[in-house]
C-alpha cells in the first residue's frame, strides 16, 4: 500500500512538473512574440518616419518672367497642382523679381526647384550648390541661340552697323538675353564692356517679350531675347513679324533648366526629376511649359553641358555677378 501511494505521488509530482513547465514555455513564446511585435511595429515606423523626413514640408518652385508676372502665376499653378499630387507634399509656384533674386532665394532655400537659364544655373551651382537635374526641349533639340532683333526698316543689315545703336535686353544674368550677345560683340569688335563701348544706351526690360516689344515701339534699336520669342507675341501684335526682323544669331546655347537646391535628399531629387519627365505624357502640362517658357518637352540634362556657358562667363570675369 505505501508503495501504490509512493507510486502515485511521484505521478503527480511530475505531471506538476511538466505543466509549469508548458506553462512557462508558452509564457516565453507570447513574451517573444510581443517582442517580436514590436521589433516590427519600430521598424515600419522608422522607416515611415524616414520616408516622412526625406521630404521637405513644402516645395516652392520659382519661376522668373517671361511675360506678365501675374500670367504665369495663374498659368503655372495647375502644375504646382499636379507636382503636389504625384509628389505627396504642398507645392507653390512663385514668381520672382529676376534671375539674381531667384538664384538667391535658392541659395536659402527659400525656393527649392528653380526654373533658371544657362547661365543663371552656372551661377547658382558655382555660389550656392544648386544642381541642374532636367532642362527643356524645343523643336527636338536641347540647345537653342540668341536673337538680335531689330526693326524691319531700321536699314540694320549686319552686327557692326548696331554701333551706337540702344540696346534692350531683359536681364543682365539672362544667358540669351545678355551674356551670349554681350560676350559675341566683345569678341567681334574688341570691347570689353558693349554697354559703354559699343552701343550708345542701353536698358533692362525684365523680360524677352518686354525687349521684343521695345523694338516693336521704337524704344530701342535692338533687342536680344531667345529664338524666336516673337510667335509667342503674335496674337497681341499680329504685324510683330512683318515689323521686326532678326539681323543676327549667337553661338549654340544650351537650354534652360530645372534646377534643385543641395538640401533636397538625393532619393527626392530623383522622385522630383522622374515625375517632371512623366509629364511628357501629359498633354496639359506639357501645354503649362509651352505656354510660360515655349518648353515642347523635358529632358535629362547634365552640368558638364553648361561648360560653354562658364567659358563665355570667365570672358566678364567680375563685371557680371549676383549681387
Not at 549654340?252 to 532619393?267: F, G, H, Q
Request: negative net charge; hydrophobic residues 35%; proline residues 3%.
Amino acid at each position: 500500500m505505501k508503495k501504490l501511494m509512493l507510486l502515485l505521488f511521484a505521478l503527480f509530482a511530475v505531471f506538476m512538473i511538466t505543466a509549469c513547465g508548458s506553462s512557462d514555455d508558452n509564457t516565453g513564446a507570447n513574451e517573444n512574440s510581443t517582442d517580436d511585435t514590436e521589433n516590427t511595429n519600430t521598424e515600419d515606423a522608422d522607416e515611415n518616419t524616414n520616408e516622412d523626413t526625406d521630404k521637405p514640408e513644402k516645395l516652392v518652385m520659382g519661376f522668373v518672367p517671361s511675360q506678365d508676372s501675374d500670367t504665369i502665376a495663374d498659368t503655372v499653378q495647375p502644375l504646382a497642382d499636379k507636382l503636389s499630387e504625384e509628389l505627396g507634399i504642398p507645392v507653390e509656384g512663385k514668381v520672382m523679381t529676376n534671375y539674381t533674386a531667384l538664384v538667391e532665394a535658392m541659395g536659402t532655400n527659400e525656393v527649392q526647384i528653380g526654373f533658371i537659364p544657362a547661365f543663371a544655373y552656372v551661377l547658382a551651382n558655382d555660389k550656392h550648390d544648386v544642381e541642374v537635374i532636367l532642362k527643356s526641349e524645343r523643336f527636338g533639340s536641347g540647345t537653342y541661340v540668341a536673337q538680335y532683333i531689330v526693326s524691319a526698316d531700321s536699314g540694320y543689315e549686319t552686327l557692326a552697323d548696331l554701333e551706337g545703336a540702344v540696346w534692350a535686353y531683359g536681364d543682365p544674368t539672362s544667358t540669351s538675353g545678355y551674356l551670349f550677345p554681350a560676350a559675341q560683340i566683345m569678341d567681334e569688335f574688341g570691347v570689353e564692356n558693349p554697354e559703354t563701348e559699343f552701343f550708345s544706351d542701353s536698358f533692362q526690360t525684365g523680360g524677352h517679350d518686354n525687349s521684343a516689344i521695345a523694338v516693336y515701339n521704337g524704344e530701342a534699336d535692338v533687342a536680344t531675347t531667345f529664338d524666336d520669342v516673337r510667335t509667342s507675341l503674335e496674337e497681341e501684335y499680329p504685324d510683330i513679324m512683318e515689323k521686326t526682323k532678326i539681323l543676327a544669331h549667337t553661338e549654340e546655347i544650351p537650354n534652360d533648366t530645372i534646377s534643385v537646391t543641395k538640401e533636397l535628399s538625393d532619393a527626392f531629387v530623383q522622385e522630383i526629376k522622374e515625375t517632371f519627365l512623366s509629364f511628357n505624357d501629359d498633354d496639359a502640362m506639357i501645354k503649362i511649359m509651352n505656354d510660360v517658357y515655349s518648353w515642347d518637352a523635358i529632358i535629362e540634362a547634365e552640368d558638364s553641358e553648361y561648360d560653354i556657358v562658364r567659358n563665355t562667363y570667365n570672358k566678364f570675369g567680375d563685371k557680371i555677378k549676383l549681387d
